[in-house]
């Protein structure tokens, strides 16, 4: 993990606004600036890793609250019959710009395919 501060810390400081949807003890939900579905959220453990491998083996309990708020997020977002899709990108090939882990929540819509660039 390195020491530059993410453009993350300073929403969870509170530093730059963002609409939040839901926020624990540990974690902060708000919307994606540049929604991708009809529904996109992020959710962030207040706490900074570099992605979810290093969340993962640091502190396996605050993976689980990015998950259970998710799962939240999709419930207040009324998605959770109709489905939803949880994506943490992981460094450059995933597209992984925010390097503090985030987990996307996308609904809210049908969802089309991913994987291979233009593929
Ligand atoms: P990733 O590409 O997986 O690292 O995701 C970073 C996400 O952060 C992108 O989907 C951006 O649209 C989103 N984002 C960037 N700046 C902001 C912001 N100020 N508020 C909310 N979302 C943002």
Redesign the pocket.
């Given at each position: 993990m390195s020491d530059a501060e993410t453009?993350?810390e300073r929403?969870i400081a509170r530093e730059?606004?963002?609409?939040v949807v839901y926020e624990t003890e540990r974690v902060l939900a708000?919307?994606?600036?540049?929604?991708?579905a009809k529904t996109?959220v992020?959710v962030v453990p207040k706490v900074r890793y570099r992605n979810v491998a290093e969340l993962a083996a640091a502190d396996a309990g605050l993976l689980g609250e990015v998950i259970g708020a998710a799962e939240k997020v999709a419930e207040l977002e009324g998605i959770v019959e109709s489905g939803y899709r949880v994506?943490?990108?992981t460094e450059s090939d995933?597209?992984?710009?925010?390097?503090h882990v985030?987990a996307?929540v996308l609904g809210g819509e049908q969802l089309g395919f991913f994987g291979r660039y233009g593929g």
């Open positions: 453009l993350f929403i730059i606004p963002a609409e708000f919307r994606d600036i540049n929604p991708q996109h992020l994506v943490f990108n995933a597209g992984q710009t925010v390097f985030h996307h």
